[in-house]
């Protein structure tokens, strides 16, 4: 970036948009966090220690971690046809379907969790098949995940989408007429463009999942050491008004993700950096 | 210009938001009164407000408007110590209001201004079975038989799943003549029996009613006949233990708010209208327990009669139960550290 590329912008220079993002950022994002870290300030070191790694809010850390990146995962793979299926093909409803994808965004989350837990129960229309085969659905992790995924489909969808339209047929159409099979195609072509918004869309997916409490208390079943979501232990704690222990367990889950989320992108810069590495080797 | 307009649209709106978020006090002689109540009175206050407008319409000639705000008690009770305006605080345990009152919101023995513990009205905690009652499940012995699903929320984050969980207790201490230990082993095996803990009163009640979850749903005793309303009779029986817990949801002033606004005197007059002849008809036909004794009499036959145990006979008072059961590390924990 020259000096003179920026004078001529549209939009006001670097100096008053920089200083109107940082005061922005810090309003709505950092001020909030903070207020974290100083009421968590007022417990001491051993106080600290001995809150989070009890042993009933260890293993809502635990299953909060393992339930948010299963559906993270599953809405990678699912979210991805559902972009491809979007983007590739016209069919009747299209319109519709498009629109149904943005729904778990818009839908209160408690409305969710009650519709999924009346299906998945044993006796419900979709547990009901289930439970023959010994699967239980509804108060387990598997109900947790499901739920997980439903509010996390529309990330992935909606972040490999415009990526996916922005690839043109004829990349695709070279690469098989240069003797490459279709799956090579997608594996070596069409893959490699899509990741970064695979990647942005899973952290999004993702770091949602963590957090989110409406949906999930009602399929969970809330069993102490089993099925308690970290959310659901921060809200326990606020309800025997014991505010600094519940933002020292957020503090910790906050920690979690974000490093979690600087491995994720630090990974993601890494694979941009290969690549770039390799298209100025030819 | 056009291209403009959906931005300048959205723009609009958001001001028009923005300055409509204060609102005003119409000073034509009316007064607004905020009460913060817990989930199940919705309905109860509803009416009430209606009967006690127009009791101080015609007591003073002065208009009120009565604002309500209904949800998870301690949900509520941590609102007001936020700095939410409520005039008056109905809420479900005296527990909610000790911790409003620490924060020095309202004055200490807040508990003594008003009779009868400040309880206008009181409730306890029944069972609701399934029609004909095909487990046969008649008193608390029953619930921690190896075939009777129980279903009771979770008492970390639910105010009824306190009373449910302190009833059984009292029941096992009168059983085993104030053996704790065995008490304890009583409500471990109970909650054994507990295949789901909802976070509160409402959902346990769906999973109960609407799932076909569990044998026995504990629940608050309006709950009950509300449940049992809504479904028609055919459904649900609702069975009476021998004992159980008394229920008294607390009703108070918060004196910070009153005294900023100047509406102490009428805040005052709407909590006392709960004692007389017509608050307690109304709470009687919200299935509330009603305290005064004529209008005990005339609902006996909707009441059934069971011995009933205070928080403070057998707990000492909230905060030592809360303190001894619920707290992290408290006996609830450890029932499900030890299972």
Redesign the interface.
């Given at each position: 970036m020259n000096q003179k590329s920026w004078r001529i912008s549209p939009l006001p220079g670097f100096g008053p948009a920089m200083g109107f993002t940082l005061l922005y950022v810090t309003l709505i994002v950092l001020i909030p966090l903070s207020a974290i870290f100083v009421i968590t300030a007022s417990l001491g070191w051993s106080d600290f220690w001995s809150?989070v790694t009890?042993?009933?809010v260890v293993a809502s850390y635990r299953l909060s971690l393992l339930t948010a990146l299963a559906a993270a995962g599953i809405n990678v793979i699912f979210g991805v046809l559902v972009a491809w299926v979007l983007v590739r093909y016209r069919f009747p409803g299209k319109k519709l379907m498009d629109g149904l994808v943005d729904l778990p965004f818009a839908l209160p989350t408690a409305v969710a969790g009650?519709a999924l837990?009346?299906l998945y129960?044993?006796?419900?229309w979709l547990g009901r098949w289930l439970d023959p085969f010994g699967i239980q659905v509804a108060?387990t992790p598997i109900g947790i995940t499901v739920a997980l995924v439903f509010i996390g489909l529309p990330f992935v969808v909606r972040t490999v989408q415009p990526v996916l339209q922005s690839i043109s047929r004829e990349v695709e159409e070279a690469a098989l007429s240069l003797g490459a099979t279709p799956r090579q195609t997608f594996f070596r072509v069409i893959l490699p463009e899509l990741f970064p918004a695979v990647v942005t869309g899973f952290v999004l997916a993702f770091s949602r999942a963590l957090g989110e409490y409406g949906s999930v208390?009602?399929i969970s079943?809330?069993?102490?050491?089993k099925t308690e979501i970290a959310p659901?232990i921060i809200?326990?704690?606020?309800?025997?008004?014991?505010y600094t222990?519940a933002a020292a367990v957020a503090l910790v889950m906050l920690s979690i993700s974000f490093v979690l989320l600087i491995i994720i992108n630090g990974f993601q810069t890494l694979q941009e950096q290969r690549k770039s590495r390799w298209k100025g080797a030819q | 210009m056009k291209k403009y307009r959906f931005l300048l649209i959205v723009l609009g709106l958001v001001v028009l938001v923005g300055c409509s978020g204060g609102g005003s006090q119409d000073g034509k002689g009316t007064v607004e009164l905020l009460n913060v109540s817990y989930d199940p009175t919705r309905e109860f206050y509803q009416e009430y407000n209606q009967v006690f407008t127009k009791h101080w319409k015609e007591k003073t000639g002065q208009s009120v408007s009565i604002r309500q705000s209904h949800g998870?008690s301690?949900?509520q009770?941590?609102s007001v110590?936020d700095g939410l305006g409520a005039d008056v605080v109905t809420l479900a345990l005296a527990y909610d209001i000790d911790?409003i009152q620490e924060k020095g919101r309202l004055k200490d023995g807040w508990q003594e201004r008003l009779d009868h513990n400040s309880s206008p009205y009181t409730s306890t905690i029944v069972f609701l079975v399934r029609k004909g009652n095909p487990k046969k499940i008649e008193d608390w012995d029953d619930l921690i038989r190896k075939d009777v699903e129980v279903i009771t929320p979770?008492p970390?984050?639910s105010g009824g799943a306190r009373w449910n969980y302190l009833a059984a207790w009292a029941y096992a201490m009168e059983n085993y003549e104030g053996d704790e230990a065995k008490a304890e082993d009583f409500v471990r095996q109970l909650y054994k029996n507990v295949?789901?803990?909802?976070?509160g009163a409402r959902?346990s009640t769906?999973t109960f009613v609407?799932?076909?979850?569990g044998d026995v749903l504990l629940a608050w005793e309006n709950e009950a006949f509300l449940a049992q309303n809504e479904l028609g009779n055919d459904q649900l029986e609702i069975v009476v233990p021998s004992l159980s817990i008394l229920a008294e949801p607390p009703v108070t002033i918060v004196d910070q708010v009153v005294d900023k606004k100047g509406t102490r005197a009428v805040a005052k007059a709407y909590l006392e209208y709960l004692y007389s002849k017509e608050g307690q008809e109304l709470a009687a036909k919200h299935y509330y327990r009603p305290i005064d004794p004529e209008v005990q009499e005339k609902y006996k036959d909707q009441f059934p009669d069971l011995k009933l145990i205070t928080v403070d006979d057998i707990f000492g008072g909230w905060r030592q139960a809360?303190q001894r059961h619920?707290?992290?590390g408290g006996t609830f924990?450890q029932i499900?550290?030890r299972n």
């Amino acid at each position: 970036m020259n000096q003179k590329s920026w004078r001529i912008s549209p939009l006001p220079g670097f100096g008053p948009a920089m200083g109107f993002t940082l005061l922005y950022v810090t309003l709505i994002v950092l001020i909030p966090l903070s207020a974290i870290f100083v009421i968590t300030a007022s417990l001491g070191w051993s106080d600290f220690w001995s809150v989070v790694t009890e042993p009933r809010v260890v293993a809502s850390y635990r299953l909060s971690l393992l339930t948010a990146l299963a559906a993270a995962g599953i809405n990678v793979i699912f979210g991805v046809l559902v972009a491809w299926v979007l983007v590739r093909y016209r069919f009747p409803g299209k319109k519709l379907m498009d629109g149904l994808v943005d729904l778990p965004f818009a839908l209160p989350t408690a409305v969710a969790g009650i519709a999924l837990t009346s299906l998945y129960t044993s006796n419900g229309w979709l547990g009901r098949w289930l439970d023959p085969f010994g699967i239980q659905v509804a108060f387990t992790p598997i109900g947790i995940t499901v739920a997980l995924v439903f509010i996390g489909l529309p990330f992935v969808v909606r972040t490999v989408q415009p990526v996916l339209q922005s690839i043109s047929r004829e990349v695709e159409e070279a690469a098989l007429s240069l003797g490459a099979t279709p799956r090579q195609t997608f594996f070596r072509v069409i893959l490699p463009e899509l990741f970064p918004a695979v990647v942005t869309g899973f952290v999004l997916a993702f770091s949602r999942a963590l957090g989110e409490y409406g949906s999930v208390v009602f399929i969970s079943g809330n069993m102490p050491l089993k099925t308690e979501i970290a959310p659901l232990i921060i809200m326990t704690k606020l309800e025997q008004f014991d505010y600094t222990g519940a933002a020292a367990v957020a503090l910790v889950m906050l920690s979690i993700s974000f490093v979690l989320l600087i491995i994720i992108n630090g990974f993601q810069t890494l694979q941009e950096q290969r690549k770039s590495r390799w298209k100025g080797a030819q | 210009m056009k291209k403009y307009r959906f931005l300048l649209i959205v723009l609009g709106l958001v001001v028009l938001v923005g300055c409509s978020g204060g609102g005003s006090q119409d000073g034509k002689g009316t007064v607004e009164l905020l009460n913060v109540s817990y989930d199940p009175t919705r309905e109860f206050y509803q009416e009430y407000n209606q009967v006690f407008t127009k009791h101080w319409k015609e007591k003073t000639g002065q208009s009120v408007s009565i604002r309500q705000s209904h949800g998870g008690s301690g949900k509520q009770a941590r609102s007001v110590i936020d700095g939410l305006g409520a005039d008056v605080v109905t809420l479900a345990l005296a527990y909610d209001i000790d911790a409003i009152q620490e924060k020095g919101r309202l004055k200490d023995g807040w508990q003594e201004r008003l009779d009868h513990n400040s309880s206008p009205y009181t409730s306890t905690i029944v069972f609701l079975v399934r029609k004909g009652n095909p487990k046969k499940i008649e008193d608390w012995d029953d619930l921690i038989r190896k075939d009777v699903e129980v279903i009771t929320p979770n008492p970390k984050t639910s105010g009824g799943a306190r009373w449910n969980y302190l009833a059984a207790w009292a029941y096992a201490m009168e059983n085993y003549e104030g053996d704790e230990a065995k008490a304890e082993d009583f409500v471990r095996q109970l909650y054994k029996n507990v295949p789901v803990l909802d976070s509160g009163a409402r959902g346990s009640t769906t999973t109960f009613v609407e799932r076909g979850i569990g044998d026995v749903l504990l629940a608050w005793e309006n709950e009950a006949f509300l449940a049992q309303n809504e479904l028609g009779n055919d459904q649900l029986e609702i069975v009476v233990p021998s004992l159980s817990i008394l229920a008294e949801p607390p009703v108070t002033i918060v004196d910070q708010v009153v005294d900023k606004k100047g509406t102490r005197a009428v805040a005052k007059a709407y909590l006392e209208y709960l004692y007389s002849k017509e608050g307690q008809e109304l709470a009687a036909k919200h299935y509330y327990r009603p305290i005064d004794p004529e209008v005990q009499e005339k609902y006996k036959d909707q009441f059934p009669d069971l011995k009933l145990i205070t928080v403070d006979d057998i707990f000492g008072g909230w905060r030592q139960a809360q303190q001894r059961h619920f707290d992290d590390g408290g006996t609830f924990d450890q029932i499900y550290l030890r299972n």
